[in-house]
């Protein structure tokens, strides 16, 4: 099965929003709300950002949210912090019954 | 608070069998199903699959003739036995908690990394 499509970088200033999205080649994205983000800082272990599509676990700020839009999932985050340099990951149920990740974006605050 | 916690040897030769252990507590292993997942050094995450502690399980269709998956509900603990490894199989190992109504991996363990070398 094929990774699901993420962009290899996004960048943004302190304050800014930025969003990642998230490209399916087949239906996997579009046909379940089964899509959830991780963020992974360098050596350590990813984090669940966003599960269900748009929701998010206690404890995770508000300024980051999820939207899907036919086979595209995306990740937005509102008011860019140097914290949230970090590399993002996609996350998908698909029609095959297994999952995928995405191929992961890394996002650079300026 | 779940914790989850893998072990087993950091170097395993080609043609060899990967064995890794990952340690539940803080709840037990029966209410969820757990999941592996690995990251090769500099490169994404790989889904490898999960299991419910029934046997259930199911796997990355391209891993699926090497791989295994078990679990030792006593001493609450999954294991992950991947066959005939060669250096494209060295990564840092991952076990984490499938939330199967969301699809989602709530709890990670820190991960070991394991390479595959003579």
């Known amino acids: 099965q094929s990774a699901l499509t993420q962009p290899a970088s996004v960048s943004g200033s302190p304050g800014q929003s930025i969003t990642i999205s998230c490209t399916a080649t087949?239906?996997?994205?579009?046909?379940?709300?089964?899509v959830s983000w991780y963020q992974q800082h360098p050596g350590k272990a990813p984090k669940l950002m966003i599960y269900e599509v748009t929701r998010r676990p206690s404890g995770i700020s508000s300024r980051f949210s999820g939207s899907k839009s036919g086979n595209t999932a995306s990740l937005t985050i509102s008011g860019l912090q140097a914290q949230d340099e970090a590399d993002y990951y996609c996350y998908s149920y698909t029609i095959s019954s297994t999952y995928v990740f995405g191929t992961g974006t890394k996002v650079f605050v300026l | 608070q779940v914790q989850l916690q893998e072990s087993g040897p950091a170097l395993v030769k080609p043609s060899e069998t990967l064995s890794l252990t990952c340690t539940v507590s803080?709840?037990?292993?029966?209410?969820?199903?757990w999941s592996w997942i690995r990251q090769p050094p500099g490169k994404g995450l790989e889904w490898i699959g999960y299991?419910?502690?029934?046997?259930?399980?199911n796997y990355d269709p391209s891993l699926k003739s090497r791989v295994t998956i078990s679990v030792d509900t006593p001493k609450n603990h999954l294991s992950l036995k991947l066959t005939s490894v060669t250096a494209a199989d060295t990564a840092v190992y991952y076990c984490a908690r499938y939330f199967e109504s969301s699809g989602s991996l709530d709890y990670w363990g820190q991960g070991t990394l394991v390479t595959v070398s003579s």
């Open positions: 087949s239906s996997d994205v579009g046909s379940y709300n089964l």
């Open positions: 803080g709840g037990s292993i029966k209410t969820n199903y």
């Open positions: 299991i419910f502690y029934t046997g259930n399980t």
